[in-house]
């Protein structure tokens, strides 16, 4: 005798009903007559039973709902353990001051600090000691020049590439699973940077917010400059000298509309990916009022949408590409950034963080090598934990929340005191691509 597992979930469309799991989905299809037939009573003989069973949407008792949802909250664990990004930040400062941007706030507060290459070294030691322990020591991982403007710090930056090759060949670090991303705004790229990137292979990804009047307004110089022409002409030279190049881009109501043929633009001249961030914190009111929040989470995960359609490539962006590759895994997915177990961070001051603007008090890193200290094992991580979208009481009528990340923690709490508000940017975003995806399944009904 079977009953409906609680985690059974319905959406409705042309007549039709996708069934699934929301742990899990992976949707059956059936018309609305036959679901509603077989809801009254799951007893009766029915072509339903099978897929149900073997999607678990059909149990004998709670007791497997409970060992399901245990199951899922194993594996989510698993995966928040895997260390996947070290940050080290080179430098607190920008030469810019983009206007949603907390940088300039932040090295007003600690200081134009830059991290020294004693530093860097102690932190590319310390993510040796991470990844040697990894569950999956031959996952890729990634090392991220971030900053403020990373370029502001040239030394630590060259540095840093030869110390990685050492520990390469030391042992300390892995040689082939290690990639290498340099996050800059591109002004300060010079032959010799180009040419190391090269050689150690570091992706660069610039930022860039749009075409030449909205770009100008959003990424300007301390003086107002707009920095469009100068940015464009890196990311020239960058693809002509045969680096790997992404653009990243912060969403805001001024460049939504013409998302589609930016995002176009960016494929003709040969940038290779393209990534977006919502708003965060503070900039989020600045931008757009609390009235007319509900309209920019609205609007932006549907001009999302649309220029990743118009655009034919969905793999192209990729905050989309991994929400598509969770679903089709069927893998729990409901976390946005690494921050929750998956990153160590370097702040300039030497002061281990698990995210680049929060200052997590975790030591400094000199001090820390060698001691067992391991970023997913502090207690700032089981308490941002509690955001993901399996624990929050904000999720729990979700249907969507195996796809559904929770944003981001510093900007909520930056925003309100405290890390647990949700953040409703991302989570609109991610509900608009799983509704596309549980459709986009048909037809095969039912499986
Ligand atoms: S270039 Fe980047 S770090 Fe600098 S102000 Fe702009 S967004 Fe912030
Ligand atoms: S919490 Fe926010 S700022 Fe920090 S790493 Fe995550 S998305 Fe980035």
């Known amino acids: 005798m079977y009953v409906l597992s609680r985690f059974l979930r319905v ?24 679901w509603l037939t077989f809801s009254r009573d799951v007893a009766r003989p029915s072509q339903l039973i099978q897929p149900l069973l073997d999607r678990r949407l059909l149990v004998q008792s709670t007791t497997e709902d409970d060992a399901e949802f245990t199951r899922v909250e194993e594996r989510l664990v698993h995966k928040l353990n895997q260390p996947k990004i070290l940050y080290l930040m080179l430098a607190q400062g920008c030469n810019f001051a983009c206007k949603y941007c907390p940088i300039p706030a932040l090295a007003m507060r600690y200081g134009e600090t830059l991290l020294s290459p004693e530093n860097a070294r102690a932190g590319l030691r310390l993510w040796g000691e991470h990844l040697r322990e990894a569950a999956n020591a031959h996952a890729e991982s990634y090392i991220i020049f971030y900053g403020g403007e990373p370029l502001l710090n ?5 540095s840093a590439l030869e110390a990685i090759r050492q520990l390469q060949a030391s042992g300390e670090l892995p040689s082939r699973t290690i990639r290498l991303m340099l996050t800059t705004n591109g002004t300060l790229l010079d032959d010799d940077i180009i040419r190391q990137c090269h050689e150690y292979d570091v992706i660069v990804s610039v930022g860039l917010d749009g075409f030449q009047p909205v770009s100008n307004r959003l990424r300007m110089y301390a003086d107002g400059r707009g920095t ?30 013409e998302l589609a043929s930016f995002t176009r633009f960016l494929k003709d001249i040969g940038v290779e990916k393209f ?42 962006e990729y905050q989309l590409k991994r929400k598509i590759e969770a679903f089709h895994s069927q893998d729990f997915f409901p976390i946005d950034c ?30 820390s090598v060698g001691t067992g200290f391991r970023i997913a094992k502090t207690p700032i991580i089981s308490e941002w934990r509690k955001r993901s979208p399996l624990f929050h009481p904000a999720f729990r009528e979700s249907d969507a929340k195996a796809l559904c990340g929770p944003g981001c923690a510093w900007g909520a709490h930056d925003l309100s005191g405290d890390i647990l508000t949700p953040d409703p940017a991302p ?8 509704d596309e995806l549980i459709w986009s399944e048909f037809p095969s009904s039912p499986k």
Not at 154 to 158: A, D, L, N
Not at 280 to 294: D, T
Request: charged share 25%; net charge negative; aromatic share 12%.
């Open 338 to 367: 690494t921050c929750y177990g998956n990153q160590l961070v370097i702040q300039p001051d030497g002061q281990i963080s698990n995210c680049p603007f929060f200052k997590a008090e975790l030591g400094q890193i000199g001090d």
């Open 427 to 434: 989570t609109a975003f991610s509900k608009e691509i799983f």
């Open 154 to 158: 040239k030394p630590t930056f060259v």
């Open 228 to 257: 469009f022409d100068e940015t464009v002409s890196s990311i020239r030279r960058l693809v002509s000298s045969g680096i790997r190049t992404f653009v990243s881009a912060s969403m805001t109501p001024e460049n939504l509309p």
């Open 11 to 34: 959406r409705e469309k042309d007549g039709l009903i996708a069934i699934f799991h929301e742990l899990h989905p992976d949707p059956v299809y059936c018309p609305v007559a036959e």
């Open 275 to 316: 990534g977006f961030n919502f708003l965060k914190g503070r900039a989020l009111p600045e931008f757009v009022s609390e009235l007319a929040r509900a309209v920019y989470e609205r609007d932006t995960a549907a001009a999302l949408m649309r220029s990743f359609r118009e655009v034919g490539e969905t793999a192209y």
